[in-house]
């Protein structure tokens, strides 16, 4: 029923994780997808690859986010390789461990440059092509940490918080150039970002009874609810932050 057909979608960190699996299932629906990503080149081609064995058009673009003259680039390049931006996926970001007190402030900066800041730098340049083809669909990746706070991740949190208060602004801001703006914000989610704390066999048995649903989510999991953001399915949704957590927190 979901169909993207001669749609391309722009998916930020989308060499692993959530990133990936959306990437993948993105193309499934007919979507031809443009990623980026910073870490493992080796990683991003197997996912370009995937994608070409759907049948469908795939690229990477290595780049920080976080940097405005990159991402600029990045976003130019897309455009020219692909001719369209449909879909903006913004799901590149970082976890890490902070205290208040301890943590420094380049730990501070760099969570919110890359979490906030890059969403931010490809929705200025994206909105533009976005604009002028008469529409689009953004998803921006958050948190439940955004929403609720996060004990020892205030740093995390806060750009997550910051992902949030901007995607509903740019849902008001945007709504009548046909652009709709949505978060996804998951809790906790099976991939390299929480792999080394979810590596303990205790504290994962005290995370998935956590979670109502009991058990923790793939990236899989947080893809679906991604496309059907993105889709025909979700046209009259704007502004919304869908929680995609299983249950274990409710603050919807």
């Given amino acids: 029923m979901i169909d993207l057909t001669n749609k391309v979608a722009l998916i930020t960190g989308g060499s692993r994780g959530i990133g990936a699996s959306s990437a993948v299932l993105f193309a499934k629906a007919g979507a031809d997808v443009a990623i980026t990503y910073q870490g493992s080149d080796s990683k991003a081609k197997e996912v370009v690859n995937e994608i070409k064995g759907i049948g469908k058009k795939g690229a990477a673009y290595k780049g920080d986010n976080s940097k405005a003259e990159v991402v600029k680039n990045i976003v130019r390049d897309v455009h020219k390789e692909f001719g369209r931006i449909d879909i ?43 604009r002028k083809q008469g529409g689009g669909s953004i998803i921006n990746l958050s ?82 609810p991604i496309l059907f953001l993105a889709s025909e399915l979700s046209r009259h949704v704007t502004g919304e932050i869908l929680n995609v957590n299983g249950g274990s927190v409710l603050v919807g």
């Avoid at 995607?167 to 150039?177: D, P």
Wanted: proline share 4%; glycine share 10%; aromatic share 8%.
């Fill in 88 to 130: 903006l996926v913004n799901n590149a970001g970082i976890w890490t461990y902070g205290e208040v007190d301890t943590m420094s402030e380049s730990v501070w900066d760099r969570t919110i440059e890359l979490n906030l800041k890059g969403t931010f730098l490809f929705c200025h340049y994206v909105v533009p092509v976005m």
């Fill in 143 to 224: 948190s439940t940490a955004g929403q609720r706070g996060e004990s020892l991740h205030s740093h995390y949190a806060a750009s997550k918080g910051g992902v949030i208060s901007f995607t509903k602004s740019l849902a008001t801001e945007l709504g009548k150039y046909n652009i709709r703006v949505n978060s996804v914000a998951p809790g906790w989610v099976d991939t390299d970002m929480s792999a080394e704390a979810l590596n303990d066999p205790k504290y994962r048995e005290e995370v998935i009874r956590s979670i109502p649903i009991g058990r923790i989510p793939t990236g899989d999991d947080i893809a679906g």
